[in-house]
Each structure stands twice: as C-alpha cells, then as structure tokens.
Nanobody, 125 residues
C-alpha cells in the first residue's frame, strides 16, 4: 500500500525559504514520478513541480520556475521541494502525489493516483 507523508510547511515572510519533503512507502514499480501540487483558498488545485524516479526528469509551473527546486533521494524514496524567494501568492496547501505520468506530462494530475496529506505554506507580506 502506497503511503505519502508530507512535511516542512509553515509560516514565512515574503522572500524567505521553506523546504518541503515527501516520504513515500510502498511505491515499488507502481509509480514512476512524484509531484507537488497546491491549492489556495477558493482556487483549484494546481501543479507546482514534479520529478521522475529514474532519469531525474523535472517539470515546473511557470509561476515557480527559478525559485523552486525539486529533488529526489531514491534510496530513501523521498522527494524534496526547496522553495526560495517565496511570495504571498505561494500561500496554499501543498500536497505531494505519486503516479505514472508520461514524461512529457508530469504536470498532469490525472496520472497521479496516490496523494499524501497536505501541508500548509503561508507567506506573509
């Protein structure tokens, strides 16, 4: 059974940094990538970043390119999201997910069938 446990959220001032982590267990060969998605109040869930387990292919939403970095530790089945230069508009509940998206569609949440609990990120102005 796949389990995803996210951690690292919190309150930070604009311009600050946070590092989110997502520890996966039971993923085996049922997943090929992990991603981060976020949902702000009153808005739909949106893609943030994703990385494949093999090859390290990554993808980022335009809104976070150059500020966020996703990385993986295959030995620990853990994915990290380093978030720098945070902005108030980054405030949201961030959730990690695992699935088998096509390498060219890492952003497509329809291919993620395992989801972890969300972690709140709040950026104050």
């Amino acid at each position: 059974q796949v389990q995803l446990v996210a951690s690292g959220g919190g309150l930070v001032q604009a311009g600050g940094s946070l590092r989110l982590s997502c520890a996966a267990s039971g993923v085996g060969s049922s997943t090929s990538a992990m991603g981060w998605f976020r949902q702000a109040p009153g808005k739909e869930r949106e893609f943030v970043a994703a990385i494949s387990w093999t090859g390290g292919t990554t993808d980022y939403a335009d809104a976070v390119k150059g500020r966020f970095t996703i990385s993986r530790d295959n030995a620990k089945n853990t994915v990290h999201l380093q978030m720098n230069s945070l902005k108030p508009e980054d405030t949201a509940v961030y959730s990690c997910a695992a699935g088998r998206p096509f390498s060219t569609r890492l952003y497509d949440r329809r291919f993620y069938n395992y989801w972890g609990q969300g972690t709140q990120v709040t950026v104050s102005s």
